[in-house]
């Protein structure tokens, strides 16, 4: 899928072949475009100029169409193509994605930015997942860690710097707003991007554990490759190191940081 940055206009080429591969032979083309939640952005709209003989439909697309919904950080678009042919009516589609200049908001999507992660690597020994992968695959697997690390309960002392969160409140981290999460400990916030890097290298890894089990060997992206090793131990909600990071906040069911 092609991914373009948000904001920006677009022009989407869509070959005229069928499910089958056989070419399309249109006299006319009328396209719309949807958001990923299905909602029609622009509605049918004849293509010009067309000839039969086109082989490829190039759908231009504004940047207002482009931009993204206020705090998202990504967003999909499909456009449907209606071919009127000799033979009656084809429809033809594809999707697009976009990304925002910062893929990733802290704690929405992540309790690391991408480019803190970068540093925070910087001083993780052994993470092979990390560096054999792509920054889409990094961003991928710390929005994933987020998840995982936010069901885990945890607890610490209130300070003057928590006076926002009660100590007492029980629940979980999924709701925080980035207000509250700013008010969190230093100390904590800096395990949970710690924690993060290393729970993103653990699923990365994980990822290796499918190519073995397809007889793949190794994986390569650009200078940087992941070799698979024969065996690989089971994980918990998440890895070993990135708990051993989090464990001394973590939770004996007396306290939890969160919202009710």
Not at 158 to 169: H, L, N, Q, V
């Amino acid at each position: 899928m092609q991914t373009f940055l948000a904001g920006q206009t677009v022009s989407i080429n869509v070959p005229m072949v069928d499910a089958s591969g056989a070419p399309v032979v249109a006299t006319a083309i009328s396209y719309r475009l949807l958001d990923e939640a299905g909602a029609e952005l622009i509605t049918a709209t004849a293509l010009t100029p067309w000839l039969s003989s086109f082989d490829v439909a190039t759908i231009p697309v504004a940047s207002p169409y482009n931009t993204l919904a206020a705090g998202a950080t990504r967003g999909l678009r499909q456009i449907i193509l209606t071919a009127t042919t000799d033979a009656g009516t084809v429809v033809l589609s594809t999707e697009y994605a976009l990304v925002s200049l910062t893929p990733l908001t802290v704690p929405t999507d992540s309790y690391v930015s991408y480019g803190q992660a970068l540093l925070v690597a910087l001083t993780i020994p052994d993470i092979p997942g990390w560096n054999g992968a792509s920054k889409d695959e990094r961003i991928a697997a710390l929005m994933q860690a987020k998840r995982h690390i936010e069901r885990l309960r945890y607890r610490f002392e209130a300070s003057d710097s928590m006076s926002r969160i009660d100590p007492m409140i029980t629940g979980s981290m999924v709701d925080l707003t980035p207000a509250e999460y700013a008010a969190l400990p230093v100390e904590f916030r800096a395990a949970l991007e710690v924690a993060s890097v290393m729970e993103a290298d653990d699923l990365m890894i994980e990822d290796a554990r499918h190519m073995r089990e397809q007889g793949i060997l190794s994986k390569t992206v650009g200078e940087s490759s992941m070799m698979v090793q024969s065996g690989m131990p089971k994980r918990g909600i998440i890895c070993a190191r990135a708990k051993g990071v989090l464990v001394r906040f973590l939770d004996v069911g007396r306290i939890t940081i969160g919202r009710a």
